[in-house]
């Protein structure tokens, strides 16, 4: 079970709250009657009750940025390999897609919608208690057929040009020959890696339902996505992919500095 951070950040609030309202209206008023006509100082509040008074008005402003405007998100595999790396930190858009309400992931307004290229950040539907990140290949009414590692949307095959070939570090193995290939996914211009030696996943003309979008990785040949485990619900929708703010090579134990700061396409 994943630890889901927007919940624990949630019960800090309300724990941090009742502590605090409860020192304003009852401790703090018997600690000035109690101090009442003595030359000393007003005592001071006890130790948890003091950190629970400093913590609550922080805890609730990084709620609200975090639930209405940018979640921090971590690329935790190479699903998304060359586009995005393990190990990136990246801000996630939360309004791109319209306000929703915390916890319960509700739409509260806004008409944004994703888009075909978006990289979007959504709960894992066979367990919402995970968050996954993935391109959006297929918007409701879509047809959708991926056939010996070509794409093709409502019949139209995506332009690929081949970039080159080599070794490059997956997720899964150690290393693997890779054929880099630059993608025309309706004007949004990304690199993909494809594996030679790995079977294609085909699917043939999949038509992706109303109120579910079709995702795929960019490292073709070793994502879980759609083409194994189905669709993403609108419900299930966190948010676009915004910018890289930092990026940790865990291999060299080192920063990535060029990568800081690059916008997500």
């Known amino acids: 079970m994943n630890l889901d951070f927007e919940l624990i950040l949630f019960y800090a609030i309300v724990i941090t709250g009742v502590l605090s309202l409860i020192d304003v209206v009852w401790l703090a008023k018997r600690r000035k009657r109690y101090s009442y006509g003595s030359i000393t100082e007003t005592p001071k509040p006890p130790l948890l009750f003091e950190y629970a008074r400093s913590f609550f008005p922080i805890l609730v402003i990084v709620f609200l940025l975090r639930s209405f405007l940018f979640e921090p998100f971590r690329i935790p595999s190479g699903s998304l390999e060359p586009t995005l790396l393990?190990?990136?930190?990246?801000?996630?858009?939360?309004?791109?897609?319209?306000?929703?309400?915390?916890?319960?992931?509700?739409?509260?307004?806004?008409?944004?919608?994703?888009?075909?290229?978006?990289?979007?950040?959504?709960?894992?539907?066979?367990?919402?208690?995970?968050?996954?990140?993935?391109?959006?290949i297929g918007l409701p009414g879509d047809r959708i057929s991926y056939i010996d590692k070509?794409?093709?949307?409502?019949?139209?095959?995506?332009?690929?040009?081949?970039?080159?070939?080599?070794?490059?570090?997956?997720?899964?193995?150690?290393?693997?020959?890779?054929?880099?290939?630059?993608?025309?996914?309706?004007?949004?211009?990304?690199?993909?890696?494809?594996?030679?030696?790995?079977?294609?996943?085909?699917y043939s003309d999949v038509t992706v339902p109303l109120g579910m979008y079709f995702?795929?990785?960019?490292?073709?040949?070793?994502?879980?996505?759609?083409?194994?485990?189905?669709?993403?619900?609108?419900?299930?929708?966190?948010?676009?992919?915004?910018?890289?703010?930092?990026?940790?090579?865990?291999?060299?134990?080192?920063?990535?500095?060029?990568?800081?700061g690059q916008h997500i396409q």
Request: aromatic letters at 14%.
């Open 86 to 136: 393990t190990g990136d930190f990246i801000f996630v858009n939360k309004f791109n897609y319209g306000t929703r309400l915390p916890i319960l992931h509700t739409k509260l307004f806004g008409k944004g919608e994703p888009a075909r290229g978006d990289i979007m950040v959504f709960l894992w539907p066979p367990d919402p208690s995970y968050k996954f990140i993935k391109r959006v």
């Open 215 to 260: 995702v795929m990785g960019d490292n073709r040949d070793d994502s879980a996505d759609s083409r194994y485990w189905g669709f993403v619900p609108e419900k299930n929708i966190v948010g676009k992919a915004s910018r890289v703010w930092m990026s940790w090579n865990n291999d060299k134990w080192s920063i990535r500095w060029r990568r800081i």
């Open 150 to 202: 070509e794409l093709y949307v409502n019949g139209e095959k995506i332009p690929q040009n081949d970039l080159s070939s080599g070794i490059a570090s997956l997720p899964s193995i150690a290393h693997g020959s890779v054929i880099e290939k630059q993608e025309n996914f309706f004007g949004v211009k990304h690199n993909i890696f494809v594996m030679p030696d790995r079977e294609s996943r085909n």
